[in-house]
C-alpha cells in the first residue's frame, strides 16, 4: 500500500523529484520505520504510547557526541550509546512502566510525556541548550555514484540497517517462544497471564527490543544531523507517532508501514517543495491524524474495524 | 450541611487564591512577577480543569486554546501605529482595530470558545487514547498555523507594546472569575452529568445523559476559561508563539496530576504548589538564601524537579496531592463526634 502511495505521489509531483530525492526519502523512510517499530511494539505488549522514545534516542546520540568528543573510535562510541539506551530504557520500564501498567491509558501517556521532559531537562542541565557535535561518523554523509546519480551512503546503510533489523524482529516474533509470548501479550495481555506468559518478562523484552532500536536509530539520525541538542529527534518523534497512529496501531505491520510512509513523504516534500508550502506540512499531517482517528480509528492499513472507543 | 460543603467547596479555593494575592502585594516588586505569574497559572490549569476533570477525558490540546486567546488579546490591543512594526501583514480589520483590556480579554474568551466548539464537535466523540492523541493534533495544528500564518498575528515575532494591564490585582480577579466559573459549571445540572459520565459511562447513558452533548459544552466552556487565561498572559508578558506549545501544555498538566486531576481544589492547590516550588528553584537557580546559607542549583534544575515530581505523584499517588476531592471538614467532624 505504501508503495502504491509513492508512485502515486511521484507522478503526482512530475520530474521535480529525482532519484537522488528518491532514495534520500526511502533513507529518512527507513530510520522512521525503525521508530515506529519501537513505538509500536511496547504499544503492542503494553497499551502504552511512550512519548519519551524520542528522549531515548536523544540519550543515545549524545553518548556519541560524548565519545566522538573525547576521540573514542567509532566502534567504542556506538557502543556506549547502546549501552546508554538499553540501561535507560530498561529503568524507565522497571521505574515507570511496571508500576503503571494497571493504570488506563491516559494516566500512562501523561507518566511518558513527564519521563520525556524528565529526560529532556536533564540533557539541558548537562549539556546546554546548544548541545554538542556527533562527527566521528560524518563521512557517511558522503555520496557515492551509482549509475548517473550521487546518492549518499547514510541513505544506503539507513535502508539496509532498517531490513535487517525488520527481518531479524520478524524472525524473533514467528520464530521464537518469546516472540509468541509477545505476541499473545500484545493480543490480550490477561489471557496471556492466565496461559503462563510472565507479564515482567514480556514487557521488559519489548522495551529491550525498542531500547534497541532507538540506539541503532541514535546512529543513523546523528549522521544526518550531526549537532545533538536536547531536544534532538523531538520533532521526528511526534511526526512518527502521527504516522503510527495513521498506519494503524494496534498492529506491527501497518504502524510500521505508518511510520515509513509519513517519513517518506515528508522527506519527498521536503526536498522537492520550497518552504513556502512545506511550512504547513504538520497541519497537513495531524490534519491526516484526526481524520483518521476520526473515520478509520484501527488505521489506513488495517482492514476491518478496531474497537475504539466512541461515545 | 450540604449547603455548608457547598460553600467550603467555593471558599477554599478563593480563600487560597486572595491569600496568594495579598501576599503577592506584600513582597518587593521583582518577587510580585513570580506571583502573577503563579495566579495566570491558576486560571489555565482550573480551565483545563473545567473539562479534563469533569469529563475525565484527556486534552492535550487546551493550550492551543489558551494561544488563541493570547493571539486574539494581543492582536486586537496592540495600539494602531505599532502594528505595522512587527505584525506587517495583518488583515486589514485586523489592523485598523484596537479595543480596550476588557474587551479584548472577553473577545479572547469567546474567539476561543468558538474555536474550541469546532474543534470539539468532530473530536468530541473519542475517548481514552485516541482523544489524547487527537487533542495533540490540534495543539501541533494551531502552532503551526499561528506560527507561519501572518495575516492574524506576529507569526514567530514576539507580542511587544501590548498594554501590561495584567498587574497583581488583574491577574487575582481573573483567576477569581475562573474559579467561579468553574464551581458553577462543576454545581449545575449539566457539571453534575458530564461527572455521571466520567464515574460510569454506561450508566449516566441509561439515565439519559448525552456524553457527546455534555463533553461539548464542558469544552467549550473550557476552551473559554483558557482563551481568558491566555488573554491575561498576554497583557502579562511580552510572549512568542513558543511560550504556548509543549513545555506549558506540560507544565500545567504537570500542575493538574499533581494537585489531582478530579477537584477544583485540586487544580487550584496544584497551580499554585508547583508555581511556588518554581519559583523557588529559579531563584535558587541564581543563589537563594535560606536560612543564612546560599543554596546554588544550575540552571535548568526547575524542570528537572517539577518533572520528576510529576512522575513520582503518578506512580505514588495518582489521585494527586488532594486525592482529587474538594476540601471538607466530614473526616475531622467525623472524629470529633466519636470522640
Known sequence: MSCLLASGLSD??????????????????????????????????????????????????FALAFASDRGWPVWGGIALCFVVVIVLSLAMERAVFRPLRTQSPAVMLIATFAVAFLLQSIALLWFGPLGKTAASLAELNRPVTIGEVDIRKI??????????????????????????????????????????????LVSAAAVLIAGVLAAIVAVLLTVQFPTVTPTFALRETIIVLAGVVVGGMTRLLPATLGGFAIGYVSGLLGGALPTAQSQYLPTFVFGLVILVLLVRPGGLFLRGRAAVERV | MRAARGALELAAPVALVTGAALLGALVSRSTEIYFINALVAVSMVVAIYVFVGNSGVLSFGHISFVAVGVWTAGVLSVPEQEKPAFMPYLFDFLSDTTVGNIPSLLAAGLVAAAFALLVGLPLMRLSGLAAGIATFAVLEITNNILRYYERVGPGLNTFSSVP??????????????????????QRSRFGRQLRATREDPAAARAVGVSIYR??????????????????LYVHFLPINVDAVYLDLTFITLAMLVIGGTTSLWGAVVGALAVSALDSVLANAE???????????????????VVSALMALVLILRPSGLTGGRELSFDPLWRKLRAS
Open chain 1, 12 to 61: 503526482f509531483l512530475g520530474d521535480a523529484v529525482d532519484l537522488q530525492v528518491q532514495v534520500d526519502a526511502i533513507g529518512l523512510g527507513a530510520i522512521f520505520a525503525l521508530m515506529a517499530v519501537g513505538i509500536g511494539l511496547v504499544f503492542g505488549v503494553l497499551r502504552l504510547v511512550n512519548f519519551a522514545y524520542g528522549q531515548l534516542i536523544m540519550a543515545g546520540a
Open chain 1, 155 to 200: 541513505a544506503i546503510v539507513s535502508i539496509v540497517t532498517a531490513a535487517v533489523c525488520l527481518g531479524l524482529l520478524m524472525l524473533l516474533l514467528n520464530r521464537t517462544s518469546l516472540g509468541l509470548h509477545m505476541r499473545a501479550a500484545a493480543m490480550d495481555f490477561q489471557t496471556a497471564r492466565l496461559v503462563g506468559v510472565r507479564a515482567n
Open chain 2, 164 to 185: 501590561e494591564t495584567t498587574d497583581l490585582r488583574q491577574a487575582a480577579i481573573g483567576a477569581l472569575v475562573v474559579i467561579v466559573a468553574a464551581f458553577a459549571y
Open chain 2, 214 to 231: 455534555q463533553r461539548l459544552g464542558a469544552f467549550a466552556l473550557s476552551g473559554f476559561l483558557a482563551g481568558l487565561a491566555g488573554g
Open chain 2, 286 to 304: 541564581n543563589g537563594l538564601e535560606l536560612l543564612g546559607r546560599t543554596l546554588e542549583v544550575p540552571a535548568g534544575t526547575r524542570i528537572v
